[in-house]
């Protein structure tokens, strides 16, 4: 079953703040996070840990909630270079190789 | 440069023909990956294999089969082409099951 991923887009200014959510219907372990340019393949940013701490890269940082099976990426003072397709991907059980539909984000300058 | 190769970059195919994309990785994966990405669907697991020697099914395997012969080599076979399978296709491989992916840069097929 898919992360339900929210929200599905956001237009934001450079230099501005963004959160994005991601949810489990089911126990995870672990959240990994992606990253996706238009035209271009899916790029691995980070994983959360169940019971780890708080990832960060670059001005980007994520957390996991594994009570409530969800994790959220904020994006800080946001950079051109930020615009992309964002997606989890969340690890439980058997499968948990599926994806959540994305996030796009579009920052203007 | 380590990393995976996929062949062709794009193809035109006519629907009912037999297709085969290829997929590479010289990193010592154990574990691989096929995705098709749709607009408005994300990427949906075709097929994967944990090992050389073993494959498993994802979300959306009708119409699609794999093998994976040696750790390197991970194809994925469209028997009979229909246009709903007109997509862009990553394959992708990690060190083990758990451990983060890595995309090949993808095949985009037209099925007509």
């Known amino acids: 079953q898919q992360p339900v991923q929210s929200p599905q887009a956001v237009i934001l200014r450079e230099g501005e703040d963004a959160v994005i959510n991601c949810s489990s219907s089911k126990a995870l372990y672990s959240v990994h996070w992606y990253r996706q340019k238009h035209g271009e393949a899916p790029v691995f940013l980070m994983i959360l840990l169940k019971g780890g701490e708080q990832m960060r890269h670059e001005k980007i940082s994520a957390s996991f909630n594994e009570k409530k099976q969800q994790s959220s990426l904020y994006l800080t003072a946001s950079q051109l270079s930020y615009s992309g397709t964002y997606f989890c991907?969340?690890?439980?059980?058997?499968?948990?190789?599926?994806f959540g539909k994305g996030t796009h984000l579009i920052i203007q300058p | 440069i380590a990393g995976i190769t996929q062949a062709p970059t794009s193809q035109i195919l006519a629907a009912g023909r037999r297709m085969t994309l290829r997929c590479t990785q010289d990193?010592?994966?154990?574990?691989m990956y096929w995705y098709r990405q749709d607009l408005g669907l994300g990427l949906r697991l075709i097929h994967y294999?944990?090992?050389?020697?073993?494959?498993g099914k994802g979300e959306v395997p009708d119409g699609y089969s794999v093998s994976r012969a040696n750790t390197d080599d991970f194809p994925l076979t469209l028997a009979s082409a229909v246009p709903s399978q007109t997509s862009v296709y990553f394959c992708?491989?990690?060190?083990?099951?758990?451990?983060?992916?890595?995309f090949g840069n993808g095949t985009r097929l037209t099925v007509t």
């Open positions: 991907q969340g690890r439980g059980g058997a499968d948990g190789l599926t």
């Open positions: 294999s944990n090992t050389a020697g073993t494959t």
């Open positions: 992708a491989s990690s060190v083990q099951r758990d451990s983060p992916l890595h």
């Open positions: 990193m010592r994966h154990n574990a």
